[in-house]
């Protein structure tokens, strides 16, 4: 980036709930966190921002599979903008050095802190525990 400037730049969910029957998905997000908080000073001493992208709703494949049907995803095409929408504005905060990046719509509901740990009202809290915990049950990963 213009000035030297260097970032790496991977992604977690703000819906991740406190579910404790892990998926997979939700592992992978989880250990990205991890990772993340680990080594967010090994890269800083190395002069290279470390940043988390705090995503929020963005219309990806995900609304293309169960229980959706496809008219639910027309629909969510209409309102809910695609991740290259947000590109530019990921690449300013990158730019900027932030920890974290919360381009999408209600991004900040959950807002992680500079520990790596969310931190969502109660409210918010519940409802994404439930939401997360009601879709995997309902539809499983696979592996």
């Known amino acids: 980036m213009a000035g030297g400037c260097v970032a790496v730049v991977t992604s977690a969910s703000a819906a991740m709930g406190d579910v404790r029957a892990l998926t997979t998905y939700q592992a992978v997000k989880r250990e990205m966190v991890s990772w993340w908080r680990q080594n967010r000073e090994v890269f800083a001493d190395m002069q290279v921002n470390l940043m988390l992208i705090n995503m929020g709703f963005i ?12 008219a639910h995803a027309r629909v969510v095409g209409l309102f809910i903008p695609k991740p290259e929408r947000y590109t530019k504005r990921i690449l300013q905060d990158a730019a900027k050095g932030k920890a974290v990046s919360y381009p999408g719509r209600g991004a900040k509901l959950a807002p992680l802190s500079e520990a790596g740990v969310y931190e969502p009202n109660g409210f918010i809290r519940s409802l994404t525990t439930n939401a997360m915990r009601a879709w995997f049950t309902l539809w499983p990963t696979r592996n």
Request: glycine residues 0%; aromatic residues 16%; proline residues 8%.
């Open 59 to 70: 219309n990806t494949d995900i609304w293309n599979r169960a229980p959706f049907h496809r």
